[in-house]
């Protein structure tokens, strides 16, 4: 009766707030994600353990939020956070009983003082503080699968240098590594955004990047890496092309689809999101491929929307009415088109029955999806669901409420049970391999979110930047690492005049990353200080954050202000370099400035210059 897996994905990430702001934007947005979803999510996966249930639940967390989570300010900033919204809720309790206000509301004020201090006792006594602690245990148990994303969540398209791709994803395995661990698996692409290999141009005319040149594909990069899957969106899974499949599972015998060895079979290269797939730019798979897993759109939305979807329940928590000056929120969604002034109270005992109902409603549409395919193509079905995990719990409060029943109703089902990402690529070993098309999951699954008239500007500074970076690099390495390669290539040629050639190349290209880490290692340690506090500015100056911050206007002046601040700090550090090249002292000036940057944007200690290459 088997027909098919569930792999709910749930993508988790934040930009770059510590030290930057606290309301309306800044480090709220960080404790408000801890205390409504990391927190409620924990709790309930541990929960669902507990009871024997084990959720299988995949999550991708981007390194620069596992830096903020794991920053040693976080901790007391949430404690005092949930200890400041308890008593503002235990002020409201005061003042609507003062005032006569219902008895009902007056109950919602003393029931989130206590939410609030609930969630500080767990994120204390439970988590020890830690909230990749908790996750890291549960990974551990297997009950969980963690990947990683771009290190800052940089937009991988549009990056002008494949150098600044590699670097985000060099580092995310390094900064995976330090806090779980082990390597990771598969990687969210940032905006499910994917280019592949071809003779690419930068949208906006800034030299040299505006001139076409040849691009490596992102699933070639992922390899590099040693990542093996990620996730893509239907879209571009509809416009994908057949290239052909790999004949064993090691991947290591490839036909051509025109190949005549190539053996059709049933339900070959179908374009289905049930089905999952190889990756790669061309036939020439041996430049790297990846696994893609593809977003059912039609399920998703179910979930997504917030007009016609789950969250739209008149009953649930309504997310934008909030009492001044607690921000807290009383009301319910009442209506997702009315005015906020028709709200009405919220009560946290109606919610049971919707989220049974809607539960159930959900698992029976997945059982009919499976059931369906596996009657019609014999195969069984990939169902891959993914969510921003910031819907469960922060925007649909009962979210992860959601989810627990939706697990505990899938593993009472004969039809479905759901599955990390890495167990169901060992279950399916997948061989088709097909081409994708440039895009994202954003809207009209292109660039348009991130590359538009509204912020196309943000793009010159990047790319300006990038172009900096390399030259101060070009500058440091280009002669010496000529000579070194020159040398190289001759003690080699003549030492080994029989040798492959292939075998020649890869001795020598490991002997030029010798070279280069020599060279690295040359810089004097202010100098070497400099140059890694600017790599993290342009790091974090490239998060795709900002353009879709801009784009949607939500917070558009936090973000411009925000991408300013990395943009000029960045070129302050480069000057800085430049004046102190050669020098090991620093004036008191530009000491207090460094040592401020460098507090005010401490990330990614483990960052080795040496990753820019």
Not at 53 to 61: A, G, Q
Not at 238 to 261: A, M, Y
Not at 550 to 562: F, G, P
């Amino acid at each position: 009766m088997h027909a098919g897996n569930l792999i709910l994905i749930l993508h988790t990430h934040l930009p770059f707030v510590l030290h930057h702001g606290t309301w309306p934007h800044g480090e709220d947005w960080l404790t408000e994600a801890i205390a409504e979803c990391y927190i409620p999510l924990l709790n309930m996966c541990n929960e669902l353990i507990g009871d024997g249930i084990i959720p299988k639940i995949t999550l991708d967390i981007s390194p620069v939020l596992c830096e903020q989570l794991e920053h040693p300010d976080t901790k007391n900033i949430f404690i005092a956070y949930c200890e400041k919204k308890a008593a503002a809720a235990l002020e409201d309790h005061h003042n609507f009983m003062n005032w006569n206000y219902d008895a009902h509301h007056i109950y919602l004020a003393k029931w989130w003082a206590e939410w609030y201090q609930n969630r500080k006792n767990d994120f204390i006594y439970k988590y020890d503080k830690s909230i990749i602690k908790g996750l890291r245990e549960l990974q551990n148990k297997g009950a969980i699968e963690i990947m990683t994303c771009g290190a800052t969540h940089g937009y991988f398209p549009l990056l002008g240098y494949d150098k600044s791709v590699n670097l985000q994803m060099k580092l995310a395995v390094n900064n995976y590594k330090k806090h779980f661990g082990r390597n990771p698996r598969g990687t969210w692409l940032p905006e499910c955004a994917y280019r592949p290999s071809y003779e690419w141009k930068s949208l906006i005319p800034v030299h040299p990047f505006n001139h076409k040149h040849l691009r490596r594909g992102v699933e070639q990069i992922l390899a590099d890496n040693e990542i093996f899957y990620f996730v893509t969106d239907e879209d571009l899974l509809k416009r994908s092309q057949p290239i052909g499949k790999f004949l064993d599972n090691n991947r290591e015998k490839f036909v051509h689809i025109n190949s005549p060895q190539f053996k059709p079979e049933p339900w070959n290269f179908d374009k289905s999101p049930l089905n999952i797939y190889e990756v790669s730019s061309s036939e020439k798979v041996e430049y790297g491929t990846a696994i893609c897993f593809t977003r059912h759109h039609k399920l998703s939305m179910q979930v997504w929307s917030g007009s016609i979807g789950y969250p739209a329940e008149p009953d649930y928590l309504d997310f934008h009415k909030t009492h001044y000056p607690s921000r807290i929120r009383y009301w319910r969604v009442t209506d997702a088109k009315a005015d906020m002034m028709y709200k009405t109270l919220y009560h946290p005992d109606w919610i049971w029955d919707k989220l049974d109902k809607q539960a159930n409603h959900f698992i029976h549409h997945i059982e009919n999806t499976a059931n369906y395919y596996k009657n019609l193509t014999g195969k069984e079905a990939t169902i891959c669901l993914p969510f921003d995990t910031e819907l469960f719990g922060h925007w649909w409060f009962e979210g992860p409420e959601f989810i627990r029943k939706v697990c505990q109703g899938l593993h009472n089902s004969p039809y479905i049970n759901m599955m990390t990402a890495s167990e169901e690529i060992f279950l399916q070993k997948p061989r088709q391999v097909i081409s994708l098309p440039e895009g994202s999951w954003g809207e009209n699954n292109n660039h348009d979110v991130w590359s538009n008239a509204g912020n196309n500007w943000t793009w010159q500074y990047i790319y300006d930047d990038e172009l900096r970076l390399n030259n101060i690099f070009e500058g440091i390495l280009n002669q010496e690492q000529n000579d070194k390669e020159n040398t190289c290539h001759a003690e080699f040629i003549s030492a080994s005049p029989n040798s492959n050639e292939g075998i020649l190349k890869q001795v020598q290209n490991d002997k030029i990353k010798d070279c280069h880490n020599k060279i690295i290692a040359k810089l004097n340690p202010l100098e070497q200080r400099i140059l890694k506090q600017a790599l993290k500015e342009l790091l974090l100056l490239q998060s795709s954050d900002w353009q879709f911050l801009i784009y949607t206007n939500s917070a558009k002046d936090y973000a411009e202000q925000r991408f300013s601040y990395h943009h000029a700090d960045f070129n302050k550090l480069c000057d800085l370099f430049e004046k102190y090249k050669g020098k090991s002292n620093l004036s008191p000036n530009d000491a207090n400035y460094i040592s401020a940057t460098e507090q005010r944007n401490s990330v990614f200690e483990e960052l080795e210059l040496d990753w820019w290459k």
